[in-house]
């Protein structure tokens, strides 16, 4: 079975730049996560989704953030416009239950993003 | 969610049972032991989780103390490609906005 799908895999752009990562769930999970991971602060989750819908969006760090899932097979994370200290690991990540399900989480194999 | 402490970095010999540490003792009775890890350049992978009994899978074997203030994660046969990081993560299982908070991991080194 084909596992979360990210896109791009690097991503190297100038700051002021649109940058759209986009991320494809495992078929039939219902939550899907976005997840930063910096040396300075490590992995944060920066908002979820349950059923295409955004349930908690409080790690996003900022305006400049949005995520949106239009339907159940695809997740975008836009950062506009993009600034060098938003250079990181983004990860995608799914799972079929959240909550007292006790599901776990698969991840992506994330994008690396640099902003000059 | 409680907080877990775990050793920075440890290394064992590959065949050898590789026993990975970890301290939560704050966590509170609903709270799960969860552990992940992470291979260089790539994302987190879900090794086990448990409440309070002794879980295994094909993978690892997840040892809780009666107190449940410690865990140890026992890989029984280490390979060269078990080296990763390690996360021992306290996550409470109700409430849809419980979070998987990674803290910094054990760096796992499997020699020759």
């Known amino acids: 079975d084909a596992g979360v799908i990210q896109s791009p895999r690097h991503e190297v752009t100038e700051m002021g730049q649109e940058v759209t990562l986009r991320c494809k769930p495992i078929?039939?999970?219902?939550?899907l996560f976005w997840y930063r991971q910096t040396m300075m602060r490590g992995l944060e989750l920066l908002i979820y989704?349950?059923?295409?819908?955004?349930?908690?969006d409080s790690g996003m760090p900022e305006d400049r953030f949005s995520a949106k899932m239009p339907n159940a097979s695809f997740s975008t994370l836009k950062i506009q416009p993009s600034e060098p200290r938003d250079s990181a690991v983004y990860f995608c990540?799914?799972?079929?239950?959240?909550?007292?399900?006790?599901?776990?989480?698969?991840f992506g194999d994330g994008t690396r993003l640099s902003i000059l | 969610d409680a907080k877990t402490t775990q050793p920075p970095s440890m290394d064992c010999a590959e065949g050898r049972a590789a026993n990975l540490p970890c301290n939560h003792s704050?966590?509170?009775?609903?709270?799960?032991v969860y552990w992940y890890r992470q291979i260089h350049s790539q994302g987190p992978q879900y090794i086990i989780h448990?409440?309070?009994n002794n879980e295994t899978n094909e993978m690892a074997s997840l040892i809780i103390t009666e107190d449940r203030k410690s865990s140890t994660l026992i890989l029984p046969h280490a390979t060269l490609r078990d080296t990763a990081v390690y996360y021992c993560?306290?996550?409470?299982?109700?409430?849809?906005?419980?979070?998987?908070?990674f803290g910094k991991g054990i760096t796992l080194s499997v020699r020759p």
């Open positions: 990540a799914s799972s079929p239950g959240w909550g007292a399900d006790n599901q776990p989480q698969h």
């Open positions: 078929s039939g999970h219902d939550y």
């Open positions: 989704f349950n059923n295409n819908v955004p349930i908690d």
């Open positions: 704050t966590i509170s009775g609903n709270e799960y």
């Open positions: 448990g409440l309070k």
């Open positions: 993560i306290v996550r409470v299982a109700t409430g849809a906005n419980s979070k998987l908070t």
